[in-house]
């Protein structure tokens, strides 16, 4: 058995920041990460869209402090079950992928994981598809699965019971999709799995299954999620969604986009700010300090966690340059980013000309700005993000 040199330090540090919840508690697992055995942990992505998001990044990074410890990391792509729909926090039964569709979606994900794991060297992070055994499995093995739960234990969860009240239906393939994430603690034979809370009963699945088919006890590590004050997730419909994709400065943009109420726990979640700093901040804020330059701050700090400290002030300059100019209004219209989009398509999104002609024309003429920058090129792409400028007074923001 490999024994690890342990770092007391990093373990504290590992249960501390951005952790809600430690089954079967605290102590004991504790113990376990300070016992020098090395763990086999892991998280689960379902490729349910064409990249990583800033929520994935929160559990990457607590993933790859492990690995940095020496202990064993696995980022399992749920190929499998995404085909079937995560059913947690729905209202309504996801709309169910094909395979080709999951295929095509996590084709950068490895990649993208990169920014924080590393899949090389003497301690690579494994990369594996939860199809693997998932799609062998007999109907018999699911029959035998299913006995270890009950009915009534998948109607208690929240979702699941709301929809039964509101007379809104619960499909029985939805049921099945715990029994799928927890059967992958059983197939990986882990020690550990690392996941967002509102995973908690699809992880602690899993910690049913090892003990009862395996005897083994498998710790549980539930993340925070970043959340507006009324704790509603980010998302595609809210424009605010921030991907391992984006530019530096749409993550600047979009950071600054955030309520007031997210500064602080984005400082504690997203970025390596000392928690001792972030209690500064805290502070300073409740004794009147400007909301607005700590957000600043937060936002060069999310960018140089994914591109470095120099693209985190060059998003700041750029951001100053757009938005803080005297010529560009505070309270500006906004039309929704559509993938693909150029400037033409903004201008007439933002209903600024009246036809793509028109539009050709004004650029042709060089009375259109990108982001305080004069557009010469009819094809040139827009961004989210991004103030588009005709004339001296017509502007509209990409979200």
């Avoid at 929809?163 to 927890?182: A, S, T």
């Avoid at 804020?285 to 999310?302: D, F, W």
Wanted: charged letters at 25%; a neutral charge; proline letters at 4%.
């Amino acid at each position: 058995m490999t024994r690890l040199h342990v770092d007391e330090s990093a373990v504290k540090a590992f249960l501390e920041r951005s952790v809600e919840n430690v089954y079967p508690d605290l102590g004991v697992v504790e113990k376990a990460l300070s016992s020098g055995k090395r763990l086999r942990v892991y998280t689960g992505v379902d490729p349910t869209g064409p990249t990583l998001h800033l929520g994935h990044m929160i559990w990457l990074r607590k993933l790859a402090e492990l690995q940095k410890m020496g202990h064993e990391v696995i980022m399992l792509i749920g190929d499998f079950t995404a085909m079937i729909g995560d059913p947690t926090d729905k209202g309504a039964a996801r709309v169910r992928l094909t395979r080709q569709q999951v295929l095509a979606n996590c084709k950068q994900y490895k990649k993208q994981a990169s920014k924080f794991l590393t899949f090389t060297g003497k301690n690579p992070a494994k990369f594996l598809f939860n199809s693997k055994w998932l799609a062998k499995m007999s109907f018999s093995d699911v029959v035998e699965l299913s006995s270890h739960f009950t009915v009534q234990q998948m109607s208690e969860r929240d979702m699941f019971d709301k929809r039964l009240k509101e007379g809104k239906p619960v499909y029985l393939h939805e049921f099945l999709y715990p029994l799928m994430q927890g059967y992958d603690s059983v197939a990986m034979d882990v020690d550990m799995e690392i996941g967002g809370n509102d995973q908690t009963f699809n992880m602690l699945a899993g910690r049913t299954l090892l003990r009862e088919m395996k005897g083994k006890e498998k710790f549980v590590v539930t993340m925070q999620l970043l959340t507006d004050p009324s704790g509603k997730k980010m998302g595609k419909s809210e424009g605010n969604m921030l991907t391992f994709d984006d530019a530096p400065e749409e993550m600047y943009g979009k950071v600054m986009s955030w309520t007031d109420g997210m500064i602080l726990p984005g400082f504690r979640l997203c970025t390596n700010v000392d928690l001792g700093e972030v209690e500064r901040i805290e502070l300073l804020m409740q004794n009147g300090g400007n909301p607005v330059e700590y957000k600043h701050e937060l936002a060069r700090k999310v960018v140089e966690v994914f591109y470095g400290e120099k693209a985190g002030w060059a998003a700041r300059e750029h951001f100053d340059k757009v938005h803080k100019s005297r010529e560009v209004p505070e309270d500006l219209p906004t039309a929704s980013f559509v993938k693909g989009m150029t400037v033409v398509d903004a201008l007439i999104a933002g209903s600024l000309v009246d036809s793509k002609t028109d539009a050709r024309r004004q650029i042709e003429q060089g009375g259109v700005k990108m982001d305080g920058e004069v557009v010469t090129d009819i094809h040139a792409p827009a961004s989210v993000g991004s103030v588009i400028q005709k004339g001296k007074r017509h502007f509209i923001k990409l979200i």
